[in-house]
């Protein structure tokens, strides 16, 4: 079991929708397999996945699926994904089947270790083909 480095997480006793997933980068692995619609795991069926993959908030000028960032910006493919304040990154694209897990530590030493960041966006670049501002 982790402990929750969010501060706001931890003052809600370290149980939160939006942070304290523990796992390890296989894993993370294993559930973008099973989430990529055109490898339909059993759990999933591609018509939800459709769906929760679909811009919910394109009314706000966002791009915004449900628990996911969408960057749509491509030819061809839907890319989803999400990054963790201690520098996680989980991207899908939902398409091709291509998916980045990337575990760090930003946070350490300090907060203000922003040094991660280029190379977060080099390594999405060489996987995706284009630049994702994480």
Known sequence: RGTVHDETSWMLGGVAGHAGVFS????????????????CHPLFEKDWLDKAFANQTAHLGENRCLGWIAYRERREG????????TGTSLWIDTVSGEYVVLLTNRVHPTRKNYTLF???RQGFKTVFGVEIMV
Do not use: K, Y
Request: aromatic share 8%.
């Open 24 to 39: 390890t980068a296989e894993d993370l692995g294993r559930f973008c397999a099973a989430i990529i619609p055109t490898r």
């Open 78 to 85: 839907n890319i989803i994904g999400h990054t963790g304040f």
């Open 118 to 120: 280029p190379i977060r």
